[in-house]
């Protein structure tokens, strides 16, 4: 787009449908690798992808050539036939519907890289859920607990 200038960085974040522990250390690397190349087939400048055994946090520069929901579901969805085809995961592998996303200036990509990075370093003080609570919370974002992700914990 001639004359079109942005500068959106965007963390998003889905799980694991039952946020079930599938994420295995022995391939979370191609994992995550793999949806790095997505988001970047799809327009987008991906910075890190990282997570933890039942979730995925996606950090990413947001170009407007595409509506989130759009590329978010199009990350699921061929990030899910990756993971099937792969037979990573006993059973048929999904991610749960809804996801969450919050946006960033240039000067807090160094942190918001660094977090990501140290994912399971984090998950040993604080579950999925206090982690994505308090991002909620953070982001002055009104939520309804019936309508979170499933808990298994």
């Known amino acids: 787009m001639p004359n079109t200038y942005t500068q959106i960085y965007i963390q998003a974040i889905f799980a694991v449908k039952g946020r079930h522990n599938l994420i295995q250390d022995e391939w ?3 994992l995550f690798a793999y949806i790095g190349g997505l988001i970047n087939n799809l327009g987008q400048k991906t ?6 055994r039942n979730h995925v946090h996606l950090f990413f520069e ?6 989130l929901s759009e ?3 199009k990350v699921k969805a061929n990030a899910s036939k990756y993971m099937n085809d792969k037979r990573y995961s006993p059973g048929r592998f999904e991610w749960q519907e809804g996801y969450s996303a919050f946006s960033y200036s240039q000067s807090h990509i ?3 890289f660094k ?3 140290n994912q399971e370093e984090h ?9 994505y609570i308090s991002f909620l919370k953070l982001y002055n974002i009104p939520y309804d607990e019936k309508y979170f992700f499933e808990w298994n914990e």
Do not use: S
């Open 28 to 30: 979370k690397n191609d």
């Open 47 to 52: 910075i890190i992808v990282n997570g933890y």
């Open 62 to 67: 947001f170009k407007p050539v595409t509506n």
């Open 71 to 73: 590329l978010i579901k």
């Open 110 to 112: 160094n942190n918001v």
């Open 115 to 117: 977090y990501i990075q």
């Open 123 to 131: 998950h040993r003080k604080k579950t999925f859920k206090e982690e």
